[in-house]
Nanobody
Framework: QVQLMESGGGLVQPGGSLRLSCAVSGRSIRFSGMAWYRQAPGKERESVATINSGGSSNYADSVKGRFTISRDNAKNTVYLQMNSLKPEDTAVYYC??????WGQGTLVTVSS
């Protein structure tokens, strides 16, 4: 059974940083594209960042220059480094294997 476990969410002040991790078990991610999504209260889930098996990444315009997606295939883990956080970044963040399973999500709250 494939499982994705996100961690690293929490409460942070505007301008602060967090690093989210997504540990995958049950299959190797080495040849898979991976993605981070988020869903804010009352809004639809949206793609934040993607990374393909070769390490190339893409970002939503709203997070470009502030967020960085990366992967460690040896650890079967994907990361999302989030800097210069804004209140509008508040959401549940989900990890996903592109074309496959979702994680359960981790809450990020940006507030003073």
């Amino acid at each position: 059974q494939v499982q994705l476990m996100e961690s690293g969410g929490g409460l942070v002040q505007p301008g602060g940083s967090l690093r989210l991790s997504c540990a995958v078990s049950g299959r190797s991610i080495r040849f898979s594209g991976m993605a981070w999504y988020r869903q804010a209260p009352g809004k639809e889930r949206e793609s934040v960042a993607t990374i393909n098996s070769g390490g190339s990444s893409n970002y939503a315009d709203s997070v470009k220059g502030r967020f960085t997606i990366s992967r460690d295939n040896a650890k079967n883990t994907v990361y999302l480094q989030m800097n210069s956080l804004k209140p509008e970044d508040t959401a549940v963040y989900y990890c996903k294997i592109i074309g496959g399973s979702w994680g359960q999500g981790t809450l990020v709250t940006v507030s003073s």
